[in-house]
């Protein structure tokens, strides 16, 4: 009776896991690296210019953070000497490679484990299902019970298995909570020095933009009235959509509709970028395509090795030729 009481002891050491554990993981994640949720960023940032005195905008506009940026900003221009253009482009390609890509090896390290992890779990999983038919004769359950037990079981082994390798997903979506903030703080630190929203330490910023700028986009205070700068940051971004879409391995449901949200986000950037300030435009342009980069470097083979990523199953010796490759039969190959 006591071995009744409690049939489970020692018989298994598992914890619930959903359906996407049947998947790689390293196929899980909802957001490309390189695009990193920067359009759901922006579309709120579209509606910045219209909030009202004392609201939401107005206190993160004089948030410390974003003092912070102004100040990171004006000191680069000024340490350098560059054109405050040039500056914008610096301060994002350092941002993003300084910050960010330490971020995003460190997530591939951990969607490599995590995706080396599901041979293990798939074995587990099999081997715990049986044990659970078993019992459930033994004990005459019922088959809504069994599955609660086996949901039950695997749940606890899977967290042992996080443990025992130090790869919960959760750690994964670090890149997102520091990129997004990033890219928000600094953005309106850029608004206000263009339109002369800033402190008055750097109120003298919004002229010298009015004349730091090059090519067509001269005056950074007003908007490319050419919508160049909008329609290749939407370009940018759609490409590094479509990079993630092109994996080998087949996608699930959720991350179709999810590619397709993203998708539609990096369109709405267009717009969105062609009404805020050149200088915004242009981090936003910088910081998309030093992405693409980061997207593209973390598929190199011997990048990997220098970051320590383990190899996985899904990993290829050529991932550019393997791109080139995927992307011309998906779009020039179609009957």
């Not at 081997?127 to 659970?132: A, F, I, K, M, S």
């Not at 717009?271 to 395509?289: D, G, H, N």
Request: proline share 5%.
């Amino acid at each position: 009776r006591g071995a009744r009481a409690r049939p489970f002891a020692g018989m298994w050491y598992c914890r619930r896991v959903g359906q996407g554990l049947q998947r790689p993981l390293r196929e899980r994640l909802l957001l490309p690296p390189g695009w990193g949720s920067r359009a759901g960023a922006a579309a709120a940032a579209s509606s910045l210019p219209r909030a009202s005195p004392g609201g939401l905008y107005e206190a993160l506009a004089e948030s410390a953070p974003v003092h912070w940026a102004e100040s990171g900003l004006v000191a680069l221009q000024a340490g350098t000497g560059l054109p405050w253009w040039l500056s914008i482009v610096c301060a994002g390609a350092a941002l993003r490679t300084g910050l960010t890509l330490p971020l995003a090896a460190h997530q591939g390290h951990l969607l490599a484990k995590l995706e080396n992890l599901q041979p293990e779990i798939e074995n587990l999983a099999k081997r715990l299902r049986y044990e659970v038919s078993i019992r459930g004769k033994q004990l005459g359950w019922s088959e809504k019970v069994a599955r609660f037990h086996f949901r039950k079981n695997l749940g606890r082994i899977v967290s042992e298995l996080y443990v025992r390798d130090n790869c919960h997903p959760f750690k994964a979506s670090l890149l997102m909570w520091i990129q997004i903030p990033v890219w928000v703080f600094v953005s309106i630190a850029l608004r206000n020095c263009s339109v002369g929203a800033a402190d008055s330490e750097v109120l003298a910023v919004q002229e010298q933009l009015s004349i730091g700028g090059t090519l067509w986009f001269t005056d950074l205070t007003v908007a490319d009235t050419t919508w160049i700068l909008p329609v290749s940051l939407g370009l940018l971004n759609l490409l590094i959509v479509e990079l993630f879409a092109l994996r080998k391995l087949e996608l699930s449901r959720f991350q179709k509709y999810a590619t397709n949200v993203i998708r539609g986000l990096s369109i709405l950037m267009i717009p969105i970028a062609a009404t805020v300030p050149s200088s915004m435009a242009l981090y936003w342009l910088t910081s998309s395509f030093m992405g693409l980069s980061h997207n593209l470097l973390l598929r190199s083979p011997t990048f990997r090795r220098l970051c320590h990523i383990p190899r996985t199953k899904s990993d290829s010796d050529t991932p550019y030729r393997d791109i080139v490759s995927a992307f011309y039969t998906k779009y020039f190959l179609k009957k």
